[in-house]
């Protein structure tokens, strides 16, 4: 059973910067993709970012593009998100996922285990 721990969520002013982390427990983290998705109040769940079994292919939804930067330590079976730039359209629960293949995707339906997701709020 593979278990995924988000931390680092918090409030913060628009503009801001905020580092979420991801813990994964297990012995396959290293062969897997892992992503990142959000979901807002009210609004349906959305593909954030996403990163190769590797680290060296990444993929972005174009609403981060330019802001946020995905990233992972296979040695410590852990994924990040760094979000820079933050906007209060950030606000969201965000949620690490790992999927069931190597290579970076944004479908939704490839990830297989999810983090039980840690509060982003951005203020205005």
């Known amino acids: 059973q593979v278990q995924l721990v988000e931390s680092g969520g918090g409030l913060v002013q628009a503009g801001g910067s905020l580092r979420l982390s991801c813990a994964a427990s297990?012995?396959?983290?290293?062969?897997?993709?892992m992503g990142w998705f959000r979901q807002a109040p009210g609004k349906e769940g959305e593909f954030v970012a996403s990163?190769?079994?590797?680290?060296?292919?990444?993929y972005y939804a174009d609403s981060v593009k330019g802001r946020f930067a995905i990233s992972r330590d296979n040695a410590r079976n852990t994924v990040f998100l760094q979000m820079n730039s933050l906007k209060p359209e950030d606000t969201a629960v965000y949620y690490c996922?790992?999927?069931?293949?190597?290579?970076?995707?944004?479908?939704?339906?490839?990830?297989?285990?999810w983090g039980q997701g840690t509060q982003v709020t951005v203020s205005s």
């Open positions: 996922a790992r999927s069931q293949y190597n290579h970076a995707t944004g479908a939704q339906n490839e990830y297989d285990y």
């Open positions: 297990g012995r396959t983290f290293s062969i897997h993709a």
């Open positions: 990163i190769n079994w590797s680290g060296g292919i990444t």
